[in-house]
């Protein structure tokens, strides 16, 4: 579990915002975070908040600590790393009670300091970038805020695909029944996705492509691929129906049931290349996860 409970040994009568800040040298925004999100407890687990008097010897911290599975970096550099991230792996626990994330093995192998830049699908597998440090983190997030950077997926689609595409629908929340669906059209966030064709296989009817997303949203090329008819292979949200969908989202789908409705044991999508400069240094990073490749060809 990435949340366990630490046991302090705390100074009764001392506000408990104060008792984070000087006694364990907590940053304050840190302590501020801890505290206000009810993570700290008194012997009797009464939440405790910031202005809270300690009346207890001791308090107990609920810290996330990651735990290891295995998975490492794909590649490491002095102030930030990079993962290829499997599939159906959340990359950020999303309650106390999410047992494994990528955050799990970003905090095993690089402390709490470290973190993610961006993110991706829990269902989409590839390259991932982690900061090391506050400060790597603030300049590589920045870099992705402004655009500076250069990425690409693959996917393996439904039907034929030609010909180059630009995308180039708004995106926006569906309204309906599967809260997380987004749909394209012309109201919503600007966004714009390139998809350049690779490789038809005729016997499947599917097309290898590589999906270059200009515009960062939610579901972006899942959604936009949908929406001219080329659903991604594997999706569970879209092209499927409400009960499939909410079923998949409640982890209640049985393994049988996704493959014979979306076609595909997951979702064939796949983070497979990133570009971007970095203290004056420019990096090309490809994954070296051949799984998209291989299901294609099999």
Known sequence: MPFILKKIKAEKGKKLSLFLLQNLTIHHTKAQKYASRGRV???????????????????????????????????????FAIFDKPTNLMVHPISKNTKYSLLDEIRYHFGENANLIHRIDAETSGLVIVGKNKKSEKQLKDMFETKQYHKSYLAIVEGEIDKEVTIDSKLQKEGKNIGVRMSAGDEGKESCTIIKPIKYNSERNITLVEAQPITGRQHQIRVHLYSIGHRII????????DDIAEAYLNKTLEQSIREKETKASRLWLHANYLEFTFQGVIYKIFSKNKDIINEFNS
């Open 234 to 241: 594997g999706d569970p949200i879209y092209g499927v129906n």
């Open 41 to 79: 407890f008194d012997e009797n687990m009464k939440v405790l908040k910031p202005k809270d008097i300690i009346d207890t010897h001791y308090i107990y911290m609920a810290v996330f600590e990651g735990a290891t599975r295995g998975l490492k970096p794909l590649i490491e550099f002095e102030n």
